[in-house]
């Protein structure tokens, strides 16, 4: 009978240790678990790139030269038919460009270029030419790619107007845009092209 006591003590003693080392493990791994280190996160695939814009300008002697312009302006909304028709036919009159490669001694606040060039546009109904003189004093300044932009005064001296155009070969052609300095708001005015002389 004391020998059976004694054994199933043995089996108690032994069930007892099996609780606490089984709760000890559980315990353990619950904690190795918190304190182990999150992976660290795929990296993902590399994004295709985009073509990058261009950036390069060209040398502003590759410009520079004398030009005969053609101007082709749109009449706006409002403006009478024969008003157009007679604005156009001055512009396309008495249309010459010079640019120079040479900088000007005073760049124009506000432009995006700090690489601005002098030049000389004489457009019909829309340039003032200083007496004794060709045309009117102007800017322009290569932009990305094959570019440039010409900047002059209006005529009324209350907006700019701007040349935004390309080159193509020997001849530039582009778009004409009239930009208001009190409000700045600006509208395509037309279109021009411009073939080199000299």
């Given at each position: 009978m004391t020998g059976k006591r004694l054994n199933s003590r043995k089996v108690e003693e032994l069930k007892g240790r099996v609780v606490v080392l089984s709760t000890a493990?559980?315990?353990?791994?619950?904690?190795?678990?918190s304190t182990r280190q999150p992976a660290a996160p795929q990296p993902e695939p590399p994004a295709t790139a985009a073509a990058p814009a261009p950036t390069a300008t060209f040398a502003p002697s590759a410009a520079a030269g004398s030009y005969v312009m053609r101007a082709i302006i749109e009449g706006r909304e409002g403006q009478g038919r024969r008003q157009g028709q007679r604005r156009r036919a001055a512009a396309g009159e008495g249309t010459a460009l010079r640019l120079e490669a040479i900088p000007l001694a005073a760049p124009l606040p506000g432009v995006p270029s700090a690489s601005q060039f002098a030049a000389t546009i004489a457009m019909a109904g829309y340039t003032r030419a200083p007496r004794g003189r060709v045309g009117q004093a102007a800017a322009w300044w290569p932009i990305p790619g094959d570019s440039l932009v010409i900047q002059?005064?209006?005529?009324?001296?209350?907006?700019v107007i701007q040349l935004r155009g390309a080159r193509q070969g020997p001849a530039l052609r582009g778009d004409i845009w009239y930009i208001s300095e009190p409000t700045g708001t600006s509208f395509q005015l037309g279109t021009f092209t411009a073939t080199r002389t000299r």
């Open positions: 493990l559980l315990l353990a791994a619950c904690a190795s678990r002059f005064q209006s005529a009324r001296g209350n907006a």
